[in-house]
Structure formats: structure tokens, C-alpha cells
């Protein structure tokens, strides 16, 4: 199995940026689809955005579309999450996740088989 590892996490104001890592630790993660949760303080674990293993398609929720952007590098075992225009309601923790079947762009928690720690994410206004 794969060990997910993420980073880049902190605290920033309203309008900033930041941009989350997760790498692979002990495994290739290659041909996994790869996705982003994340979870508020007394909400459900929602997607935020996923990719599939090629890394040609990708999906976003509404409320990030425009400002994320999901991208793999292949090569160094790693995905991103380029986060602009950050407002305080994308204020949560954010899992890095991967599914060991199939290759399109998932969009639900369960169909994802591997999970990081989560990065916290705070954002100001």
C-alpha cells in the first residue's frame, strides 16, 4: 500500500495563497487517481478537487473552481494543491487521498482506499 504524506499547510490571510503537497512515502502513486478532501470544524469530509492517474482530467467543487488548482508530478511520487484567493471559509483540515482502483477522477470519500494525516489550513479576514 501507499503512505500519503502531506504538507504546506499554515496560516494566511484572506486573498493569499498557499500551495499543499502530498508525497509518497515507501511507494509509487503513479497510476492512482489522487483527490483533496477537506473538513471544517463540525462539517462532513467534502472533495475539494481529484485527478485522474494520467493527470489529463480533473474535477472541482464549485466553491474552489477558479481559485485551486490540482496538479501530479509523476516522477517525484507527489500531487499539489495551488490554493489562490483564499477566503476563512476554506479554513479546515486537507487530506491528500488515493484510490488503488480504476483511473478516472473520483469524487467521493469512498471510493478512496489510502489517506494522509491532513494539513491545517486558516485563513483570516
Known amino acids: 500500500q501507499v503512505q500519503l504524506v502531506e504538507s504546506g499547510g499554515g496560516l494566511v490571510q484572506a486573498g493569499g495563497s498557499l500551495r499543499l503537497s502530498c508525497a509518497a512515502s515507501?511507494?509509487?502513486?503513479?497510476?492512482?487517481?489522487m483527490g483533496w478532501f477537506r473538513q471544517a470544524p463540525g462539517k462532513e469530509r467534502e472533495i475539494v478537487t481529484a485527478?485522474?492517474?494520467?493527470?489529463?482530467?480533473?474535477y472541482y467543487a464549485d466553491s474552489v473552481k477558479g481559485r485551486f488548482t490540482i496538479s501530479r508530478d509523476g516522477a517525484k511520487n507527489t500531487v499539489y494543491l495551488q490554493m489562490n484567493s483564499l477566503k476563512p471559509e476554506d479554513t479546515a483540515v486537507y487530506y491528500c487521498?488515493?484510490?488503488?482502483?480504476?483511473?478516472?477522477?473520483?469524487?467521493?470519500?469512498?471510493?478512496?482506499?489510502?489517506w494522509g494525516q491532513g494539513t491545517q489550513v486558516t485563513v483570516s479576514s
Open positions: 485527478i485522474s492517474s494520467s493527470g489529463g482530467f480533473t
Open positions: 515507501g511507494r509509487t502513486f503513479s497510476s492512482y487517481p
Open positions: 487521498a488515493a484510490s488503488k482502483s480504476g483511473s478516472y477522477a473520483k469524487r467521493q470519500n469512498s471510493e478512496y482506499d489510502y
